[in-house]
């Protein structure tokens, strides 16, 4: 099995707080892995150093065996790493079609095969029949599956999923975990950070647990739940299952 | 099925464009010749307003100094015709050539250094009134007191862009339906969909593959050379150039007033918000000068600049676009749609 993404030891400290702390973990291709861990862990900061928006203090981030330094946003997505952001971004004067476009720029030129990919993507998502509708007619649900959309119109090879679920109803949620399915099963490697166990435990296939910025577990997700330092880091020390 | 509703749309679009100037040529066949010069002036601000449209209205990059390039553009054409008896056509191309460098490098240093937004276009206007103290103090090309093209023949000359005034009432004809052309080819190229991403949403168009920098060295570049072009005609139409009013504070105002006025963003608002704007601006400079009110003119502009921000913040056009669906689509037909749009 090959690993699609390796993080080594990777630091990050901000004035005052060391954020992410030598926390190494490697994404296996076509698989979901989850990033978990309370509040304050840490966890959005590695997602974004993964994504190129911050830069480590310290360690490496491997794709495809080759190192990502100092690389800007749009070259990390170019190279097929595409994210989704915690609070929903659409571009609010274009359409729910053409947000699903613009992704697809950063391989082709051709506006017809980026109308084509945005379609598909948009299809992938259950949202091919608001594809004319402006994004604030859309709910929040749709918003979010609209982020994967974009995400997805980059053709990338992993996708980092920032908090996908948060704020979602379970029934909406479990639409989610069905789209999830199916980009895996396709072939995509996915990255989420997630706040909500359950979620995790029926997506994932592995599950890194941060906890003030380092690394407390790593497994299957019926593994880790049941390890001790989990269970202390989410319930507070004294808590035994 | 929503592709086939986006192609009526856009033959709806196309024609209602192609009837607009078909009407606007026959006028420039019929009037007197008041309306035919100022309308003439109308036309090239709608075409220069489109210039500075494609740059904050899909590019989202706010110039405030664009009468560096309309200058840049007339005193291309002006030194190369006056001086040396060059065709205005190589003045036109070599001003976009030169409007668009110094344009690209304007934004080269400013993006790069991260001077953006609002400071982006405070150095504009700084950049625009350097030029025009240069320009002035600049011996050769008649310094404050300016270049004075010869008085034209009469005779219609297209190789040397010389002729009356109904001449270039055509001339700045073409160059608004180029520019409404334009920008709706552009909005709807590779260019208009990233350029749209970037000005919506800088970080998230970046984290969508755009390299956003580049892109606003582009649209910078583009818009200034665009704006060139405008300020060289502009300059032949009156026929003499002044620092001071080719390269002033009054030409970036009146070039941006169309398309806020109008609405910002899109193909025909230039063209409406200029119609609108530059007659009235007119009628009260005339009727502040038999009153005795000078500035009226400015005091009329400033009102209908307040008005439209105030009553319709998207432009007169957007509007008119609104109320033209809404009288359209009965009731219930209105109902069907947006339970279309829900599924």
């Not at chain 2, 109308?42 to 904050?56: D, E, H």
């Not at chain 2, 040396?84 to 250094?113: D, E, K, N, Q």
């Not at chain 2, 270039?168 to 608004?176: G, R």
Request: aromatic share 8%; net charge neutral; charged share 15%.
């Amino acid at each position: 099995m090959t690993a699609l993404l390796e993080v080594k030891n990777l630091t990050k400290a901000f004035v005052g707080l060391v954020a992410v702390n030598d926390v190494s973990f490697s994404l296996q291709a076509g698989r979901i892995t989850a990033l978990i861990g309370p509040n304050g862990a840490g966890k959005t900061t590695c997602f974004n150093l993964v994504a190129g928006a911050l830069r480590p203090t310290a360690g490496q981030v491997l794709f495809e065996g080759g190192l990502l330094e100092r690389e800007p946003p749009e070259a990390v997505c170019r190279m097929g790493i595409a994210r989704t952001f915690q609070i929903v971004r659409p571009m609010k004067d274009m359409s729910v079609l053409e947000n699903a476009m613009v992704g697809a720029f950063s391989w082709t030129t051709n506006v017809k095969e980026a109308r084509d990919k945005a379609y598909e993507s948009l299809e992938n998502v259950g949202l091919a029949g608001k594809a004319n509708a402006r994004t604030d007619q859309l709910t929040l649900p749709d918003r979010k599956m609209l982020e994967m959309a974009k995400a997805l119109s980059t053709r990338p090879k992993l996708l980092l999923l920032d908090e996908v679920m948060a704020g979602l109803r379970p029934t909406e949620a479990a639409g989610v975990v069905g789209v999830l399915h199916r980009l895996a099963e396709s072939g995509l490697t996915i990255l989420l950070v997630e706040h909500v166990m359950r979620i995790v435990m029926e997506v994932a296939s592995t599950v890194v647990v941060l906890h003030h910025g380092a690394k407390i577990a790593e497994g299957k997700p019926s593994e880790v739940v049941a390890d001790p330092a989990v269970l202390e880091s989410y319930l507070g020390a004294g808590f035994h299952a | 099925m929503q592709r086939t509703s986006d192609q009526a749309s856009d033959t709806k679009r196309w024609g209602a464009g192609a009837l607009v100037f078909a009407a606007l040529a026959m006028v420039g066949g019929m009037s007197n010749a008041y309306v035919i010069s100022l309308l003439t002036i109308v036309l090239l601000f709608t075409f220069l307003g489109q210039s500075w449209n494609l740059m904050l209205g899909i590019g989202g990059q706010l110039s405030i100094g664009h009468a560096l390039f309309v200058g840049i553009g007339a005193y291309a054409v002006a030194i190369l015709n006056i001086k040396y008896g060059v065709t205005p056509w190589i003045g036109l191309l070599l001003g976009a050539v030169i409007a668009g460098f110094v344009g690209a490098v304007l934004a080269w240093l400013s993006f790069r250094f991260e001077v953006r937004g609002i400071y982006f276009a405070l150095l504009t206007i700084a950049a625009a009134e350097f030029a025009r103290i240069m320009f002035g103090g600049w011996d050769y090309v008649g310094g404050m007191q300016g270049l004075f093209y010869q008085a034209p023949s009469g005779t219609m000359d297209l190789g040397m862009l010389r002729g009356d005034a109904r001449f270039y009432y055509f001339v700045a004809l073409a160059l608004a339906a180029i520019g409404v052309a334009g920008t709706e080819l552009i909005s709807r190229s590779y260019w208009g969909y990233v350029w749209r991403a970037m000005r919506d949403d800088d970080e998230a168009a970046r984290a969508l593959g755009v390299r956003t920098f580049r892109h606003k060295v582009l649209v910078v570049s583009i818009s200034a050379a665009t704006a060139a072009i405008g300020g060289g005609v502009l300059g032949l139409v009156q026929g003499a150039i002044f620092p001071d009013s080719i390269m002033g504070m009054a030409i970036s105002v009146d070039v941006l007033i169309g398309p806020v006025v109008g609405g910002l963003g899109t193909a025909f608002g230039p063209l409406v918000g200029s119609m609108a704007a530059i007659p009235l601006h007119h009628a009260m400079g005339a009727l502040g000068d038999s009153l005795g009110l000078p500035g009226l003119n400015s005091v009329a502009y400033g009102a209908v600049l307040i008005l439209v921000v105030w009553f319709l913040p998207d432009g007169i056009w957007p509007a008119i676009v609104r109320l033209y669906g809404a009288i359209q689509l009965p009731a219930r037909g209105r109902i069907s749609q947006l339970r279309k749009a829900e599924e």
